[in-house]
């Protein structure tokens, strides 16, 4: 069932938004050559209780992970591109760093993500992590009252296309409220005019993820890094967005 949201739900939602956008601009700030990973998830921790925040991955336990989630931020580097379990690495220069943040506050969740170059950027990396911002705002911009999810997905999917990417479905978007996943799902990939009906209350996760040379992934031995399956490096951007009477409104800008 999609729950629709208030005005003053969505206001909540984006209180929440704004601490995640803090964090995650903390984090990114923090993330330079010689830092270990297990340093930003002690700072996610740190600013979670300054704030009276509740992780949403904490205890996680879906089909897809190994057991309950025992950390509050997904990093994950390089070839690593979602539900990263941070561990006892040390970034390098020229590292791909993909944050994932979803936390609740007063009884709503925000989730966002960034992908951010540590140290010397990569052509190649600085043009992945571009597609997937270019994709994401292209999300945003179709996510308005009486078009369809299948517009959504499409401008996703197009960007990518553009960029020569190919497109992995299995995970994507998704609703959000008052818990990490709702319904519907938001496929990085779709048919204009398809698919769900937007309506104003509506709020969604959008997430564009792409590989530089593949659509295919495999599950890292952590049971839960998920990582492209030929190695290649990888990308991830993730805002919260609301459906207004007035347009899209992004709840996790910084």
């Known amino acids: 069932m999609i729950e629709l949201k208030s005005t003053a739900e969505i206001d909540h939602m984006r209180s929440t938004g704004r601490f995640v956008s803090e964090v995650l601009t903390e984090l990114g700030e923090n993330a330079t050559a010689g830092t270990n990973l297990l ?23 879906p089909s897809f992970g190994d057991g309950p989630f025992r950390n509050v931020v997904c990093l994950s580097v390089n070839d690593a591109v ?16 993909s944050m994932d943040l979803a936390v609740e ?6 989730d966002s993500a960034r992908s951010v170059i540590v140290g ?9 992590v ?42 994507g978007g998704h609703g959000l409220g ?9 496929s990085n990939e779709g048919t204009r005019g398809r698919g769900l009906r937007l309506r104003p209350g509506l709020t969604i996760a959008l997430e564009p993820w792409f ?25 991830h951007s993730e805002h919260t967005v609301a459906v207004t009477e007035g347009g899209p409104l992004v709840l996790t800008r910084p």
């Open 39 to 61: 340093e930003l998830e002690e700072r996610a921790r740190a600013a979670l209780r300054r704030r009276g925040a509740k992780s949403c991955y904490w205890d996680y336990e």
């Open 82 to 97: 979602l539900h990263g379990l941070p561990r006892d690495y040390v970034l390098g220069d020229g590292d791909v760093l």
């Open 105 to 110: 506050i007063d009884g709503w969740v925000a």
């Open 120 to 128: 010397t950027p990569a052509e190649e990396d600085v043009r992945l």
């Open 130 to 171: 571009r597609a997937t911002e270019e994709a994401l705002e292209a999300g945003i911009a179709a996510a308005r009252p009486d078009s369809r999810l299948g517009d959504v997905s499409a401008a996703i999917g197009a960007v990518a296309r553009e960029y020569g990417y190919s497109v992995n479905t299995e995970f």
């Open 178 to 186: 008052r818990t990490m996943h709702e319904e519907p799902h938001v």
């Open 211 to 235: 590989a530089r040379l593949t659509d295919r992934i495999v599950l890292d031995e952590d049971g839960w890094t998920i990582r492209s399956a030929d190695g290649s490096r990888t990308a």
